[in-house]
């Protein structure tokens, strides 16, 4: 490996720190983006049973915080429930903008990797050929040893930005796709929890109305 580095010279260096960021980001996304810590299974309707036993607490709203992302815009919710259907409404989507924005963490810092990187391989490749035109220039055609390093660094940086852009722009586009998803999800799912309530104080209304 540090003979690849040396060969490519010292524009392998940022190549290689970009690689290690881009891997530690993927990584830590592959694990902050699982389904089951963003949209946990069963918790819209365990929380729905909460409220028709009126055994919502505060300490379990806390829990319901600091559980997962559709917690906190259940929480949101259920903390403005008396205020009506609008006012939670728009409580869950306040919370549900800031939650999209942390979903969307690191994602910008991937893309950038995935831009910049063969653009620093390039850089690579424009050093690499002024060397060979300047040993050209300096001792002919005849030191093939200085026009072979020149060259060969060319050809190391290039293939090094673009293994580190390629399945980088991969990971961003797949992380991306990924949040759009569960943005989605996480919408639908707390609408069910809104709709429910309302359904159940509309039922509750209607009977209070009847002789």
Not at 74 to 98: C, F, M, P, T
Not at 154 to 166: E, K, R, S, W
Request: net charge positive; proline share 3%.
């Amino acid at each position: 490996m540090w003979k690849l580095i040396e060969a490519g010279g010292w524009v392998m260096l940022p190549i290689l720190a970009c690689s290690v960021v881009a891997l530690a980001f993927t990584i830590e996304r592959c694990w902050a983006l699982r389904r089951s810590r963003v949209v946990p299974k069963h918790l819209v309707a365990q929380v729905w049973h909460l409220v028709k036993s009126n055994t919502l607490e505060p300490t379990q709203l806390r829990e319901l915080r600091a559980g997962s992302p559709l917690g906190r815009m259940l929480a949101a919710g259920l903390v403005n429930i008396q205020y009506g259907r609008e006012i939670v409404l728009e409580s869950i989507e306040d919370r549900g903008r800031h939650e999209a924005h942390g979903l969307e963490r690191y994602l910008n810092t991937l893309g950038t990797i995935a831009a910049v990187s063969p653009l620093l391989g390039l850089l690579g490749t424009v050093i690499g050929m002024i060397k060979v035109f300047s040993s050209i220039s300096s001792a002919g055609l005849g030191n093939v040893t200085a026009l072979a390093g020149g060259i060969s660094q060319a050809l190391f940086t290039t293939a090094a930005g673009l293994v580190v852009a390629i399945p980088t722009l991969m990971a961003y586009r797949y992380f991306r796709g990924k949040v759009e998803t569960l943005v989605v999800d996480l919408e639908q799912e707390s609408l069910k929890l809104v709709e429910v309530i309302h359904a159940r104080r509309g039922q509750a209304g209607n009977a209070e109305s009847q002789p």
